[in-house]
C-alpha cells in the first residue's frame, strides 16, 4: 500500500483531487479525495483507502507516466508520484501553453491524449484566417482576406500540401495564379496574387511552403487569395479540407467554422 504521504500526492498530481497538506493524516480533506477518486474512478465510493483503491491509484499515476514518455520523457513507470513526474508534467504544461501547475487535469490529459496525424491533413495557406467569401454553386472556391492587424493585405501565401507546381502563370479572370498538383490527385489553385510566383512548373513543394504573395490581380475586388481544391475531377468545398494548423491566426467571426488539427 502507498503511504499516505504518498496517497496524498498522488491524489492531488491526478486531478487535483487532493487539495490540503502533504502531512500524512487522514483527515477530512483525504477522505474527501478518496471519495472523488472512487467516483471518478467506478469504484464504490466509500471512502475507506482499501486495495482496489490502491490499485487504481497506482494504474492512473503509471499511465499518465507513460502518455509522458510518449512524448519524450524518461519516467521510472512505477505510479509514484516524485519530482521528477512533477517536473516533467510542469515541462509540458509550458510547452503546450498550459498553466504550470505541475497538476494533471483535464487540460493537460486533453494535451496529453491529443496525437494528431497531421501527416494527411491540409492546411489553410495562409497564416491569418480570414473567409470573406464561402464556397457556393457560384463561388466553388474559398475566399481569404486580410487585415493590417496581421500581415496587411500582402499576405504570404503558403502551398495547402506537399505535391507539383503544374501551373504557374497569368489569366485575365485569376490574374497571377500558382496550381499544385498533390501526390494524392487532388489539386489546389492559389489566385489573384500580387506578381508572378518564383516556384517553378514541374518543381515539388512542401506543405507550407512559401509560394506567393496575396494580392488583386486579374478580376478581383480588392486583395484576397481566391483558393480552390478539386478531387477526383471535381471542384469542392475547401472548408471540408483545411485544416488550422498551430500558430495560425483565426478571424473572430470565422472561429466556429473553420477546423482545429
Ligand atoms: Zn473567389
Redesign the pocket.
Known sequence: MLTIKQRQLNLRTYYYFYKGNIDGIVGSQTKQAYRDFQRFTGLTVDGIYGKNTNYKLIEVIKDLQRKLNSKGFNLAVDGIVGNATISAIKTFQRNNGLAQDGIAGKNTFNKLNNTPDTSNKYRYPVNYINIT?YYSSS?R???LGWSSRYYGSNQAIYACFDGTVTVNSYASDAGYYVAIRHDNGDVSRY??LKDKSWVKVGQRIGKGEHIGTMGDTGN?RGN?L??DLTKNGSRVNPIDYLYVYSGQVVSDKCKSVVRYI
Open positions: 467569401q463561388h472556391a474559398l475566399d489566385m489573384h478581383a484576397h481566391h483558393f
